[in-house]
């Protein structure tokens, strides 16, 4: 069965620190770039991060970048999200997926189309 199974979510206070994991069954993650979406109530899924499954090229969000840091470990083929300096604003439903024909760069932003395999999505709230 081709699933993305998540794990890491959350309550974490303002400033803290997750990590999310998405764990790919059934197939081959190294064969895709992985994306990280999130969705905060009543807003839209907005894509906040993606790695390249070539040379892992990144995209960042202005949102979050230099706080969040996407990485894969194709031997455990899982991707992961560090989440660092948290906000309440950070606070969402988190998602990952996997893309095949996606190259991530500045240039790119993930659109919830070009990812066809999608993790079950894992709750971030970030609280005092």
């Known amino acids: 069965q081709v699933q993305l199974v998540q794990s890491g979510g959350g309550l974490v206070q303002p400033g803290g620190s997750l990590t999310l994991s998405c764990a790919a069954s059934?197939?081959?993650?190294?064969?895709?770039?992985i994306g990280w979406f999130r969705q905060a109530p009543g807003k839209e899924r907005e894509g906040i991060s993606c790695?390249?499954?070539?040379?892992?090229?990144?995209y960042y969000a202005d949102s979050v970048k230099g706080r969040f840091t996407i990485s894969r470990d194709n031997a455990k083929n899982t991707g992961y999200l560090q989440m660092n300096s948290l906000k309440p604003e950070d606070t969402a439903v988190y998602y990952c997926?996997?893309?095949?024909?996606?190259?991530?760069?500045?240039?790119?932003?993930?659109?919830?189309?070009?990812?066809?395999?999608w993790g079950q999505g894992t709750q971030v709230t970030n609280s005092s």
């Open positions: 997926a996997a893309g095949e024909a996606v190259y991530c760069d500045g240039e790119y932003y993930p659109s919830t189309t070009d990812f066809g395999t």
């Open positions: 059934g197939f081959r993650l190294d064969y895709y770039a």
């Open positions: 790695i390249s499954r070539v040379d892992g090229a990144t």
